[in-house]
């Protein structure tokens, strides 16, 4: 396609040979000559000496005067796509359309088209990207050039591709094959097979897609200084092609070549977006999630003309894969957002137009007073199924509008009462911890006192032979009411962590009751990160459980462990070896009601979850905490 204006342009070069020795210089000659020189050498590959060529000519006096300068316009254009700066060059192409109608080369209003089309494509604008793709048809089809149409009729099975619609796309990428079939353009025949071969690959056609596939390779082979671009834009077939064969070793082996040329070539360009987007379809098949996932985020932070649902949904299932629930959830959500039937609907209708307008359009060429016929009706019929299709959507929306309000109404009712229920159990666990320090105040200052001046009494005033045995049995009353008093009141968190607490309460109960209990801190005291009102929780879990076990478990055996899986992960157990937690639960039901509910109340406030798992040996208590939830 490229190689005309050469032809076009080559008297304008040998006239301003001439006139560079001559001295003088007409400036529509000298843009033409730089236009010329840029040209060439973006056919050879030479992207930073073409830039130096458009520099100079837009540095050029009074060139906006110009009848170069939209020529020139949109051949920087074409030269941003080339190197990945989409979005200078959609803004560059746009200034572009209003010069057209000066211009009567119609291989420059394709080009403008169709460059057009494929930016608003990478936008996701489908309904501006088939309008110009229409119009860039109607140019080609004018013009009568074989590599154009077969061009366009590429980008269109990429559309229809990246929507889903395969038989379509499978449509089209043939109609491109018949095209190119008629040309000698490499550049359009490797387009053309890479295309199909991705496309036959999706349909499991696989002995087509192969042999797509090695067409394309052996044209990117002799690419002339764009083997890299070339290379790599085939490796999304190929990669295709080999997960439905189940050849994990090519896989891998074109996966390591992807990443080697992925280096080579502008990271914004076509053919690295491709790449990029096969290698996170063929990792999350694969069950590699992370690396799919890294994928992923740069194709949805940049705009590389990724189909949003479809993306935020491998997002979605990439997440569940990797037991992150509510990253998921967030994910699929926005995924259902992007989900809007009418805009759907409408744009099938245009497809459909797309898809007539072209067939008609080549009939034109044989049957024109038919195809005027053809055309009137199809336009009635067009209009009254978009005039159904707005009434049906509008109805559609209004229904799924109501939906999703109800659904947003349910899910806040359901938050609302479970933060009710939470801070239900708080403001319990509050209440206790205000009456344990009520009463531990009262025991240790009132009781406790008392029961020192009555020992003191009795051991001055008491009958020779028994005193020393009073003496012992209220000493023995007070010291127990003091442990009790200790017990009540909270420990003092801000000077010890709760490895320090736990560890001197299993050592205070080994005293008291003569079970051996021991206790395994965490490493390198790595709960001193809890949060002192987590660690508060988790003490008074310890507390009502090893107590439980004192009572009801005859146990002569309790281990107390606390983990630290990572700096927000914690994982506590209480083992003993008494008697089946379940027959426990049933010998003391009346007994232990207040001290389990208080336990699955704090559990509650510190958004922990819990298990116990029984056997003939021991029992097993497992706490695992999350702290940033």
């Known amino acids: 396609m490229r190689v005309r204006h050469t032809k076009l342009l080559s008297l304008l070069f040998s006239l301003t040979t001439i006139l560079l020795h001559a001295g003088e210089i007409?400036?529509?000659?000298?843009?033409?000559?730089?236009?010329?020189?840029?040209?060439?050498?973006?056919?050879?590959?030479?992207?930073?000496?073409?830039?130096?060529?458009?520099?100079?000519?837009?540095?050029?006096?009074?060139v906006k005067h110009s009848f170069m300068y939209p020529i020139l316009l949109n051949e920087q254009a074409t030269l941003l796509i080339y190197v990945g700066k989409t979005e200078e060059a959609f803004a560059m192409k746009k200034n572009v359309l209003p010069y057209l109608p000066q211009i009567n080369d119609l291989e420059k209003h394709i080009s403008v088209y169709n460059d057009l089309g494929l930016l608003y494509r990478q936008h996701q604008m489908n309904d501006s990207t088939l309008y110009y793709y229409n119009k860039a048809l109607d140019s080609a089809l004018q013009y009568g050039d074989e590599s154009w149409i077969a061009h366009i009729c590429n980008n269109v099975s990429i559309l229809y591709f990246n929507i889903r619609q395969l038989d379509e796309a499978e449509k089209y990428t043939d109609m491109a094959a018949e095209h190119a079939a008629r040309t000698e353009d490499p550049f359009v025949a490797f387009t053309t097979w890479q295309i199909r071969a991705?496309?036959?690959?999706?349909?499991?056609?696989?002995?087509?897609?192969?042999?797509?596939?090695?067409?394309?390779?052996?044209?990117?082979?002799?690419?002339?200084?764009?083997?890299?671009?070339?290379?790599?834009?085939?490796?999304?077939?190929m990669l295709r092609l080999f997960e439905r064969k189940e050849q994990p070793d090519s896989i891998d082996h074109y996966l390591k070549l992807g990443n080697k040329l992925l280096q080579r070539v502008p990271s914004n360009s076509i053919a690295a977006i491709g790449f990029i987007q096969s290698r996170a379809a063929t990792e999350t098949n694969r069950k590699n999630y992370a690396r799919a996932l890294k994928d992923f985020h740069w194709l949805h932070n940049r705009k590389t003309g990724t189909e949003p649902k479809t993306l935020l949904t491998q997002m979605a299932r990439c997440y569940d894969a990797l037991g992150n629930p509510k990253l998921a959830y967030t994910?699929?959500?926005?995924?259902?957002?992007?989900?809007?039937?009418?805009?759907?609907?409408?744009?099938?209708?245009?497809?459909?137009?797309?898809?007539?307008?072209?067939?008609?359009?080549?009939?034109?060429?044989?049957i024109a007073h038919l195809q005027q016929e053809q055309l009137e009706h199809q336009a009635f019929l067009l209009k009254a199924s978009i005039a159904v299709a707005l009434l049906s959507g509008l109805a559609l929306i209004t229904l799924l509008t109501l939906r999703h309000?109800?659904?947003?109404?349910?899910?806040?009712?359901?938050?609302?009462?479970?933060?009710?229920?939470?801070?239900?159990?708080?403001?319990?666990?509050?209440?206790?911890?205000?009456?344990?320090?009520?009463?531990?105040?009262?025991?240790?200052?009132?009781?406790?006192?008392d029961l020192l001046g009555l020992q003191m009494k009795i051991e001055t005033s008491a009958s020779k032979g028994n005193e020393q045995e009073l003496a012992s049995l209220v000493s023995k009353l007070r010291n127990n009411v003091r442990n009790i008093s200790h017990e009540l009141m909270p420990p003092e968190f801000e000077h010890l962590s709760l490895d320090q607490i736990l560890d001197r309460y299993a050592a205070k109960l080994t005293e008291n009751t003569g079970i051996e209990v021991s206790y395994h801190p965490?490493?390198?005291?790595?709960?001193?990160?809890?949060?002192?009102?987590?660690?508060?929780?988790?003490?008074?879990?310890?507390?009502?459980?090893?107590?439980n076990i004192v009572k009801h478990a005859s146990a002569s055996h309790i281990v107390i462990s606390l983990r630290a899986d990572n700096e927000n992960k914690y994982t506590l157990q209480i083992t003993d070896n008494g008697k089946n937690a379940n027959k426990q639960q049933t010998a003391t039901n009346n007994n232990d009601g207040i001290g389990l509910r208080t336990v699955n109340d704090r559990i509650r406030a510190i958004n922990a979850t819990a298990n116990v798992c029984s056997s003939t040996e021991n029992n097993v208590f497992t706490l695992l905490l999350n702290i940033n939830e």
């Open 26 to 62: 007409p400036t529509d000659t000298l843009l033409a000559h730089f236009y010329n020189r840029a040209a060439n050498l973006m056919e050879e590959g030479h992207y930073d000496e073409a830039q130096r060529s458009f520099d100079s000519a837009f540095a050029t006096r009074n």
């Open 198 to 237: 991705t496309i036959k690959a999706e349909l499991n056609k696989l002995d087509d897609a192969e042999k797509s596939n090695r067409k394309a390779w052996n044209i990117a082979c002799h690419g002339e200084g764009n083997e890299d671009l070339w290379k790599i834009r085939c490796l999304p077939g």
């Open 331 to 366: 994910y699929m959500d926005s995924a259902r957002m992007w989900t809007d039937t009418l805009a759907q609907h409408n744009l099938t209708q245009q497809m459909a137009e797309f898809n007539v307008k072209y067939h008609t359009q080549e009939k034109e060429l044989e």
């Open 405 to 449: 309000k109800k659904r947003m109404a349910e899910k806040k009712i359901e938050l609302l009462k479970q933060e009710n229920e939470l801070n239900s159990a708080r403001r319990y666990i509050e209440g206790l911890e205000e009456e344990c320090k009520y009463f531990a105040k009262e025991l240790h200052d009132g009781i406790a006192n």
């Open 522 to 547: 965490t490493e390198n005291n790595a709960s001193r990160h809890l949060p002192n009102e987590t660690a508060y929780e988790l003490y008074r879990i310890v507390q009502e459980l090893t107590m």
